[in-house]
């Protein structure tokens, strides 16, 4: 396979975090093929400067790849902005992207379906986004891989046609939506995919993603997904920006190549029902949800 996608790694303060995700970026098959770029922000803070500083040491130690390059912000552009930069960058001068924050592990497969992906649908407009995670799934008859409406955030590629159409303006995107389609962008309010915009224009989150979603959903475009997750997220420990301590989204790695790609462009609607079912049901009865409460307030004081 040629003519592989470049892999952008977005890293900031947590050396633990990176050091595993690159590990496991390592022994993934074509690493050794990939240029891979990591960006890494500025410290936001005096306190932070140590632990940004002991991450770009680690950063230009790294081996393993075709290339390396380091790309080191003086100020903090925050993760949101850092992303939106370094994608736009790499895209305008590749044509299309990988990418992986620094909590993330993966299957020794991933890049391999990230890039068979990129090849595969390169000239079909419709599809938008590969996304590597996808929820513990209850159905497993699922195919290898299928097409959906949602653009999961933890390892995911485009290409340089698709990223032009993401609206990073949040009142331009909010205004488009009607009430049918609020229900339809929140998979029928079983995520709070709407909330997390109204938090964004509030002020209270800052998050890319949702706006890349909302941009995708907008064009009626789809997503390329696994059925079992090729990336599992370690930052759900309170180190993350957006992240809670908690596990409702943790998954075990697939162990297997990914084979089969969707061939008619639409969404899968047997995925659709499952992705919903476990969506409705991802927070458990309301003991279970008392628990975790409970042992997220234990695990915050004891830190």
Known sequence: MQNLAPIALFVYNRPEHTRRTLAYLQKNLL????????????????????????????????????SVKVITRK????????????????????????????DLISSPYTLEYFNEGLTRY?????????????YDLDDKTLP?????????????????????DFEPDIDKLMAQFNVEQKYDFSIGYTMNFWKQMEEFKAG??????IRWYASIFLKGGLTLNPSRS????IGHDGTGVHS????????NISKNPIKDFPVELKENVQAHNAIKRFLKNRKGTLLQRGMRFFKQWKTKRAV
């Open 31 to 66: 690493a050794d093929e990939s240029q891979l770029f990591i960006f890494s922000d500025g410290p936001k803070t005096a306190a932070d400067k140590d632990k940004v500083d002991e991450v770009r040491a680690l950063a230009n130690e790294v081996t393993g790849f075709k």
């Open 75 to 102: 100020e903090n552009l925050g993760l949101a902005n850092s992303i939106i930069i370094g994608v736009s960058q790499l895209v305008s001068e590749f044509g299309k992207i990988i990418v992986f924050e620094d």
């Open 122 to 134: 390169h000239n079909d407009d419709t599809v938008m986004h590969i996304g590597a995670y996808m």
């Open 144 to 164: 290898d891989a299928f097409f959906h409406r949602i653009a999961t955030s933890w390892g995911w590629a485009t290409w340089a046609r698709a990223w032009r």
């Open 204 to 209: 209270r989150n800052n998050s890319w993603a």
């Open 230 to 233: 090729m990336v599992h997220n």
């Open 244 to 251: 809670n301590i908690e596990n409702m989204y943790g998954v």
